[in-house]
């Protein structure tokens, strides 16, 4: 369905044309990508967007060929004789599924960085696509330029991998990195949503909904696992605070937040949220806006992706490699994934942060209710310096069942010395190296 061009030896070859959907931060710094890369194979033809007279003031807009087309009305795309290939960068589930079936059945090919709707609708949108005999790339979704899913998908797919973990939101790393560094909370929000990493609402991030959907297609991809994002647990960073660092460097560890699923079983126990991190884990080295993940093999061990995973140009990269593959006919690997369940829980050692009004029995009361559910206390820690009338102080358990603990810290949480909602957080447990 390509077009054929004439090149300068008198010979034809074949244009890639593309209808871009969106020219903001991605889709601007798609079309500057794709002008440096001087490829005469793929050109943009349409773009659309709202408000299109002021996107084409856009600096970048110098990088989008005189001929183009832009529009306000999305049919101009989706319908249009000359566009091979769309190129989704708006984000969201509606109305832009219904916009990109349209595409998919008018045997048009996507890509797409939209990670919400790969992650809740990616299933029925796979079968349309081998139905229609076209592609849906989707490399940009998950870590921006660095190329986990296609490393997943072609590099891994000879492995079984048995669990993913990692940092999949560079808004999150760049929170919790610069708190570790001795940064306020509050502050270096409002510093990230300066520098435009993190949205004037910064839920999606901070209270782990984009790392979730990410997590989904990972799952998808590296353990074959089909599993609904609302069943995984996802846990806000919006109450770790200074103290937590503390305690955690006094432990061996720092905080990030991690993204981990793993085969349990019939079923894939997996979670999103902060956690506490060894200082020799490769997921505790990553700072600012980098992503980093780790897959871990019962052939190949364990593999890991690393770089940044934020903002228009590495995104762009990832886009654009799709763009080629498109160009070049070279169609991924795929692997048939079933839906599974998520497990209600994990077993690993935990850390509890309480803050308290100081008085004698409180640790004996902790412990008990601890114990009336099966939770071991491995540590208790506790700094000097703060007053009895607020008195922050950790525990660290054996490894329990998440799920299990829960129910002793719900427990915990109603007792009259507590002065505000107990923290608590799974250490992450580094494997030995494998000595077979």
């Known amino acids: 369905m390509t077009a054929k061009q004439e090149n300068g030896n008198g010979t034809t070859e074949k244009v890639l044309r593309v209808g871009l959907l969106g020219f903001g931060t991605v889709g601007s710094s798609f079309a500057e990508v794709l002008s440096a890369s001087g490829a005469q194979d793929v050109r943009i033809t349409h773009i659309f967007n709202r408000d299109v007279a002021r996107k084409r003031s856009h600096a970048r807009a110098r990088f989008v060929p005189a001929e183009a087309v832009w529009t306000e009305r999305v049919e101009d795309v989706l319908e249009a004789a000359d566009v091979d290939v769309v190129v989704e960068l708006m984000g969201g589930l509606d109305p832009i599924e219904g916009w990109l079936r349209s595409a998919l059945n008018a045997g048009k090919h996507v890509v797409t960085a939209n990670k ?17 005999g076209v592609q849906l790339l989707y490399g940009a979704a998950v870590a921006g330029g660095v190329p986990v899913i296609p490393g997943m998908s072609q590099g891994l797919s000879g492995d079984q991998i048995t669990r993913i973990s990692g940092i999949v939101n560079g808004t999150c790393n760049f929170i919790l990195s610069s708190m570790e560094a001795g ?74 937040q991690v993204s981990r699923a793993q085969i349990d079983g019939d079923r894939i126990s997996a979670r999103v949220g902060p956690m506490l991190v060894p200082k020799n884990s490769p997921i505790a080295w990553s700072h600012g806006t980098q992503n980093m993940v780790v897959t871990s093999g019962r052939f190949g061990g364990d593999v890991v ?15 654009m490699s799709d763009v080629r593959a498109v160009a070049e006919d070279s169609h991924a690997v795929r692997l048939p994934a079933k839906k599974v369940e998520v497990s209600g829980g994990v077993i690993a050692p935990h850390y509890l942060r309480f803050v308290v009004a100081d008085r004698p029995g409180i640790v004996a009361a902790i412990a008990g209710a601890l114990a009336k559910f099966g939770v071991n206390i491995d ?24 799920a299990t603990l829960d129910k002793a810290i719900a427990e915990i949480g109603t007792m009259d010395f507590m002065l505000e909602a107990p923290l608590c957080l799974q250490i992450l447990v580094v494997d030995d190296p494998d000595t077979d």
């Open 183 to 256: 940064a306020d909370y509050s502050e270096v929000l409002k510093t990230a949503q300066r520098l435009g990493y993190a949205e004037a609402d910064p839920s999606a991030d901070v209270d782990g909904f984009d790392a979730r959907a990410k997590l989904c297609i990972l799952a998808r991809i590296a353990l074959r696992a089909e599993i609904n994002p609302e069943d995984v647990p996802a846990q806000s960073i919006s109450q770790i605070s200074a103290v937590d660092f503390a305690y955690a460097k006094e432990l061996g560890c720092t905080v990030r």
């Open 116 to 132: 919400q709707l790969i992650a809740y609708r990616g299933a029925a949108l796979f079968e349309l696509v081998a139905s229609k």
């Open 379 to 402: 540590s208790i820690l506790q700094h000097r310096g703060f007053g009895g009338d607020r008195l922050p102080f950790v525990v660290t358990t054996e490894p329990s069942n998440s």
């Open 305 to 319: 992706f690393s770089g940044h995973g934020a903002g228009g140009h590495p995104t762009a990269v990832a886009v």
